[in-house]
């Protein structure tokens, strides 16, 4: 896996900068979207969400290196590609951030489709100042009170357009290589398989339905190893669907590294 340095510096170059086994309930301004119907078939996009992370201590890990997955986490990992197999649709490409759970992720997707795991670095958690601490003790340090005082941008992390800005461009590029893609034509639409993590997936499903980016993080409709899918119509991303084919996991999993 990449180091944390090449890692930051990736990040870098191209865009210069929960609770154990709960899930937490739908905020009412985010409602599972309905089925887009009335279109021939299109290429789709998935944002995949990574599964359990071995993470005994209950640090929030953001872009720390080593966090892998637990038993688990494989075990969601592959309930993950299994739901994706069984929509029989064709899978151009599988992309993943360069974290080490996220990698392991997409192996089982990759494998089920004949693809190589590809990675990008704009699909990568975003950066955060509490990285590697335990957040109920952190917000009860007062030195790091200053950090919370802006919820909006937040000011304890990297900024939420920021992250808009660097997932947009990955979904569209990833919607452009199926389209540039000769053999789609012939073939049917081909859809392409991002792997990333909370915040950025949810970041982008703020920015495609016009809501506003602050929320309480305990609302996130992004669950472990969850897939939400978009496609593009006359150049704008709609979101078609969401599913969570690890839910039957959920109950014994631990999901509090996540920024």
Do not use: K
Request: with cysteine; hydrophobic share 40%; glycine share 6%.
């Amino acid at each position: 896996m990449p180091s944390r340095a090449v890692v930051d510096r990736a990040v870098r170059v191209q865009w210069g900068e929960a609770r154990a086994g709960v899930r937490p309930p739908f905020s009412a301004n985010s409602p599972i979207p309905a089925p887009y119907t009335g279109r021939v078939a299109a290429s789709q996009v998935h944002l995949v969400r990574h599964g359990e992370v071995h993470n005994p201590e209950g640090i929030l890990y953001g872009r720390m290196p080593g966090f892998h997955l637990s038993e688990l986490g494989h075990r969601m990992a592959q309930a993950a590609a299994d739901d994706l197999v069984a929509r029989d649709r064709a899978v151009a490409a599988v992309i993943a951030s360069p974290l080490q759970r996220t990698q392991e992720s997409a192996a089982p997707i990759a494998s089920a489709f004949g693809r190589e795991v590809e990675t990008d670095a704009r699909l990568i958690e975003g950066a955060n100042h509490f990285e590697g601490s335990v957040m109920s003790r952190a917000l009860r340090n007062p030195i790091n009170w200053p950090r919370m005082i802006n919820p909006l941008r937040p000011s304890w992390g990297e900024s939420y357009r920021s992250i808009e800005q660097r997932m947009l461009a990955a979904v569209h590029d990833a919607f452009d290589s199926v389209a540039d893609d000769t053999s789609a034509a012939a073939n049917g639409p081909r859809d392409v398989v991002l792997v990333g993590h909370q915040l950025p997936i949810w970041v982008t499903h703020l920015s495609v339905a016009g809501e506003r980016f602050m929320h309480d993080p305990r609302e996130r409709r992004c669950f472990l190893s969850s897939i939400t899918t978009f496609e593009r119509v006359n150049g704008e991303l709609v979101e078609v669907g969401y599913a969570d084919p690890a839910s039957s996991l959920a109950a014994h999993s631990t999901d509090v590294g996540a920024v």
